[in-house]
């Protein structure tokens, strides 16, 4: 999810593509901006408040070093924040290489622990850019480019140099023909047996599919998969094609794609891989599921998962990026980034929490917005920006989760954010509890 950085303006006839997949990031030093705020003259009064990221140019500033936060400011996510924890990871400053693709963002956390890989280390694999798409392509967007990071511990983080443009590990073809030829961004990594790692991941092309927007293209997004044998330091493309296309009953595109799979011993016919994803359809923003019973080869769409809550409520313009985590004792949890009535131009974006719900009887299942006294409304909010345990410098977005379970039952929620003053960044709280609740959570950072 996206909030603009330009004040607010209601228009009718206009379209506004901002973002709504990660934190937004105003600009800190003179640079390309990752940022751009389209208005657009509308279509049919076809309204668009965007489920997709906005970048500034510039990294982001570290806020103050003291790496607690105040014990009145995680009492409540209600109460204003005096944390002055910072991120975990940020954009490549200056100092840095001049060609690092991820110069001016740096977003949407896939994090691994070496107990989900193997690997005697933690990874983290996200994306950016420079502030501009494959070919100088004017981007809207923070996606582009893939890249990682390696940690012992999943709080202070080092960038690894990959093979690709830009020290990326997974770049863009350059082909605007395509599918994913100028621009790129993750959804998620997963072991898929004991050989291979893979990548699902998204692109656009070159086609333009936003009305009255000549000459700007990378909206129209489709799902793809690539291929590691070396621990997931090199990847290499799966197929000819993505493994699950747009589908026009359900918007512009299929995109952010987060993967449950069964534990080892598990994988039969009766566990299957299941997907979700966001889609737009000009109007409305939502998360919906997909099946594959071939190990992710093939998938079936089964339909809208979550969407808009009722008018008035925190979630009212949509649903938009979220993250899944398996509970020890079974069962599956969601935190998702959804946007109030003002929408990704004006609203506020905020964390909620839902639960799946399954049928063993016939194999159908639904995610369900959480209730309970310590939510204000279904589904939440749990997470607000500059909230609670969040830091100033969260104060304008938050987005893109990614959670973690850890062996001692705690969870840490990896996060991206941005501030009038700082760019897009990777933040992190920990509920030592394991609960998701608005209380739970306390900031994490390598400060």
């Not at 668009?48 to 103050?64: D, L, M, Y």
């Not at 963002?105 to 994090?111: H, I, L, S, Y």
């Not at 009766?270 to 994803?277: A, I, L, S, V």
């Amino acid at each position: 999810m996206t909030m603009p950085v330009s004040p607010k303006r209601r228009c009718s006839g206009l379209i506004r593509v901002l973002a709504m997949a990660v934190a937004t990031a105003a600009p800190l030093r003179p640079s390309p901006a990752c940022d751009a705020a389209f208005v657009v003259p509308a279509k049919n009064d076809v309204v668009v408040p965007t489920f997709i990221e906005r970048g500034a140019g510039g990294g982001a500033r570290r806020a103050a070093a003291d790496a607690s936060s105040s014990s009145d400011a995680t009492s409540t996510a209600a109460a204003t924040s005096t944390s002055t924890a910072g991120p975990v990871l940020s954009p490549s400053e200056e100092g840095d290489d001049p060609n690092r693709f991820d110069s001016s963002c740096a977003a949407n956390p896939v994090v691994l622990p070496p107990s989900a890989t193997g690997l005697s280390r933690w990874r983290m694999y996200y994306y950016g850019n420079a502030g501009s798409w494959a070919g100088g392509r004017k981007n809207f967007l923070p996606t582009g480019w893939i890249g990682m990071a390696e940690s012992d511990d999943g709080i202070s983080w080092t960038k690894a140099v990959g093979a690709e443009e830009g020290g990326s590990i997974l770049a863009p073809t350059g082909n605007p023909d395509d599918w994913d030829g100028i621009q790129i961004g993750l959804g998620d990594v997963v072991r898929a047996n004991d050989e291979e790692m893979h990548m699902y991941y998204f692109g656009g092309s070159g086609e333009e599919v936003l009305p009255n927007m000549p000459g700007v293209a990378g909206f129209r997004m489709r799902i793809g998969r690539a291929r590691s044998i070396d621990g997931g330091k090199t990847w290499e493309r799966m197929g000819d094609g993505p493994v699950l296309d747009y589908d026009e009953e359900e918007g512009l595109f299929a995109s952010w794609p987060r993967l449950m799979i069964p534990e080892e011993g598990e994988d039969d016919d009766d566990k299957p891989w299941r997907m979700t994803y966001h889609a737009f359809n000009g109007r409305r923003w939502a998360a919906f599921g997909a099946t594959s019973r071939d190990g992710g080869e093939t998938w079936t769409r089964d339909g809208m998962m979550l969407g808009p809550g009722p008018e008035g409520s925190w979630d009212e313009s949509g649903v938009g990026t979220r993250a899944v985590l398996r509970r020890p004792g079974g069962g599956w949890d969601m935190v998702y980034e959804a946007v109030d009535k003002g929408g990704t131009g004006g609203g506020t974006h905020r964390l909620g929490v839902a639960h799946l719900v399954e049928n063993d009887e016939d194999g159908t299942y639904s995610w369900v917005k959480a209730e309970g006294p310590e939510f204000e409304e279904r589904g939440g909010p749990m997470l607000g920006p500059g909230e609670g345990p969040l830091g100033p410098w969260t104060s304008q977005v938050i987005g893109t989760p990614f959670l973690v379970g850890m062996e001692d039952g705690s969870v840490r929620l990896y996060y991206v954010t941005r501030s009038p003053e700082t760019s897009h960044a990777i933040g992190l709280v920990v509920s030592d509890s394991g609960e998701l609740k608005p209380s739970s959570w306390k900031e994490i950072s390598p400060n």
